[in-house]
């Protein structure tokens, strides 16, 4: 079974452009997370999706972050316009809640994005 | 608040046994995950454990006690390939929690 998807793996732009980051969930799975990872503050929830659903965007930095899950097998989070402190790597992570389950996370390879 | 504590870095030598701790204190607690990661690399887990007590898996053990927002992942017989950053994960309460990381402890075996 193929694991989750993310694209592109590396990008590079300048402050100021709009920046799209994507993800392919794990088939089946009805959560989907995007987290960001950087040095000082390790892995942090931005938002997360429950069927489609957004559930929680408390830890979406700002109006410049949004995220989109227009069908059970596609997600993008898009940042417009991109600052330099938006500098790290964007991980998507998909699982399947049913009761009694662990409910673990599986994760995509990473988008690291470098703001200059 | 939402904090959970676990050291920055540790070294250890091939072969030997190295415990790595982890505190937390979460607004609910639904379970705690152990997850490792490799430079470059995706998190990928562990281990996970929801009652007190010791969960043994192959050289890897979790340990967790809840009356004292405590956890602590063994490794044993480590080898050179368990160099790689470790993270402590709080699953929030309520059927829907997401899981709340720690920054990592960062593991360096060293022959």
């Known amino acids: 079974d193929a694991g989750v998807i993310q694209s592109p793996r590396h990008e590079v732009t300048e402050m100021g452009q709009e920046v799209t980051l994507r993800c392919k969930p794990i088939?089946?799975?009805?959560?989907l997370f995007w987290y960001r990872q950087t040095m000082m503050r390790g892995l942090e929830l931005l938002i997360y999706?429950?069927?489609?659903?957004?559930?929680?965007d408390s830890g979406m930095p700002e109006d410049r972050f949004s995220a989109k899950m227009p069908n059970a097998s596609f997600s993008t989070l898009k940042i417009q316009p991109s600052e330099p402190r938006d500098s790290a790597v964007y991980f998507c992570?998909?699982?399947?809640?049913?009761?009694?389950?662990?409910?673990?996370?599986?994760f995509g390879e990473g988008s690291r994005l470098t703001v200059l | 608040g939402q904090n959970i504590d676990q050291p920055t870095e540790m070294t250890a030598t091939e072969g030997a046994i190295v415990q790595i701790n982890c505190t937390y204190q979460?607004?609910?607690?639904?379970?705690l995950f152990w997850y490792q990661q490799h430079a470059g690399e995706a998190p990928t887990f562990l281990s996970y454990?929801?009652?007190?007590g010791l969960e043994e898996k192959g050289r890897f053990s979790s340990f967790l006690s809840r009356s004292k927002g405590y956890s602590y992942l063994l490794l044993k017989e480590l080898q050179m390939k368990d160099s790689a950053s470790y993270l402590c994960?709080?699953?929030?309460?309520?059927?829907?929690?997401?899981?709340?990381f720690g920054k990592g402890t960062k593991l360096s075996v060293k022959p």
């Open positions: 992570a998909s699982s399947l809640r049913v009761q009694g389950d662990t409910g673990e996370l599986f």
């Open positions: 088939s089946g799975h009805d959560y």
């Open positions: 999706f429950n069927n489609n659903v957004p559930i929680d």
């Open positions: 979460t607004s609910g607690f639904n379970g």
């Open positions: 454990n929801v009652l007190d």
């Open positions: 994960a709080v699953k929030e309460g309520g059927s829907q929690g997401n899981l709340i």
